[in-house]
């Protein structure tokens, strides 16, 4: 990453396919240390099978913190459990927040 974001949260809805899951493979190299990745989507079987594969990942050992939220962001419950999942993971020592809004229809 061209600047230095600190730590960071970062939300990913659709996190568990495609582009989504492609994002979430990357961030262990973007981010620094200690950063958070709440990723969301509505399979729970595809989000633990990404948490395992980051927790396996060399570049990911031990440095970010996932949270998992099986949500469908079309549901008002949806939106509320991620909201909700977000405030607890997040520190006062976060720098700063991104969203990225991957979530799609099918």
Do not use: W, Y
Not at 24 to 35: A, H, I, T, Y
Not at 50 to 56: D, F, H, V, W, Y
Not at 85 to 99: N, Y
């Amino acid at each position: 990453m061209g600047a230095d974001l600190g730590r960071v949260m970062c939300i990913i809805t659709g996190a568990s396919r495609g582009f989504g899951r492609a994002l979430v493979r990357e961030m262990p190299r973007l981010l620094k240390p200690r950063s958070v990745l709440v990723l969301v989507a509505r399979s729970g079987d595809e989000l633990r099978t990404l948490q395992a594969e980051l927790s396996e990942s060399e570049t990911s050992k031990a440095s970010l913190l996932a949270e998992l939220v099986v949500a469908d962001l079309a549901q008002m419950e949806g939106l509320e459990s991620v909201v909700r999942k977000s405030k607890e993971a997040f520190s006062e020592d976060i720098d700063h927040i991104i969203l990225i809004n991957n979530a799609g229809t099918t």
